[in-house]
T-cell receptor
Framework: EAGVTQSPTHLIKTRGQQATLRCSPI?????VYWYQQALGLGLQFLLW???????NRGNFPPRFSGRQFPNYSSELNVNALELEDSALYLC???????????FGPGTRLTVL | RKEVEQDPGPFNVPEGATVAFNCTYS??????FFWYRQDCRKEPKLLMS???SGNEDGRFTAQLNRASQYISLLIRDSKLSDSATYLC???????????FGKGTKLSVIP
């Protein structure tokens, strides 16, 4: 069974630009979660999508947004990039409870 | 108070040693609990779920004390490949949202 996939692996942008990150969940998983992990810090919850709807978001500004497509893949958009947005962005997917989340390899975003 | 508190370590132990990690969580509404491991600059990978009755998976044993809001992980016969950061992860009821701390770093030395 294929795992969670994310693209691109690395992304380099400059301040003020927009970044788009993509995630494909494990087949059969309907929920997608996004996390940010800045260097030396723990994972911070960003967004949760389930069945195409945004179910919850973490304590991040509105320039962090996303969506989930009918095939359950998801996209994270970060507008007006700031230097502190440089981090590893992880996507995780989950089937129905009580299963837990399985993570993709992440996209490393660098903002110059 | 942080939602998840772990000793950041590092724990430097020789191969074959037994090592224990502890974790406390503050959200009493947490419903499920997991241990993940994260290798440097990689994604977290599920190590095991944690049940109130305690559970064992090979060399790994996890325990949960809901009254004390305390979780533990015991690793026996440590291997070099066990070197990683271990994350104690409570899951919030309803949202299934995982809460991560910074984890505990383990280095197993030859």
């Amino acid at each position: 069974e294929a795992g969670v996939t994310q693209s691109p692996t690395h992304l380099i942008k400059t301040r003020g630009q927009q970044a788009t990150l993509r995630c494909s969940p494990i087949s059969g998983h309907t929920s997608v979660y996004w996390y940010q992990q800045a260097l030396g810090l723990g994972l911070q919850f960003l967004l949760w999508y389930d069945e195409g709807e945004e179910r919850n978001r973490g304590n991040f500004p509105p320039r962090f947004s996303g969506r989930q497509f009918p095939n359950y893949s998801s996209e994270l958009n970060v507008n007006a990039l700031e230097l502190e947005d440089s981090a590893l962005y992880l996507c995780a997917s989950r089937r129905d409870a009580p299963d837990t989340q399985y993570f993709g390899p992440g996209t490393r975003l660098t903002v110059l | 108070r942080k939602e998840v508190e772990q000793d950041p370590g590092p724990f430097n132990v020789p191969e074959g040693a037994t090592v224990a990690f502890n974790c406390t969580y503050s959200n009493s509404a947490s419903q499920s609990f997991f241990w993940y491991r994260q290798d440097c600059r990689k994604e977290p990978k599920l190590l095991m779920s944690v049940y109130s009755s305690g559970n064992e998976d090979g060399r790994f044993t996890a325990q949960l004390n809901r009254a004390s809001q305390y979780i533990s992980l015991l690793i026996r016969d440590s291997k070099l490949s066990d070197s990683a950061t271990y994350l104690c992860v409570p899951e919030r009821a309803g949202s299934y949202q995982l809460t991560f701390g910074k984890g505990t770093k383990l280095s197993v030395i030859p």
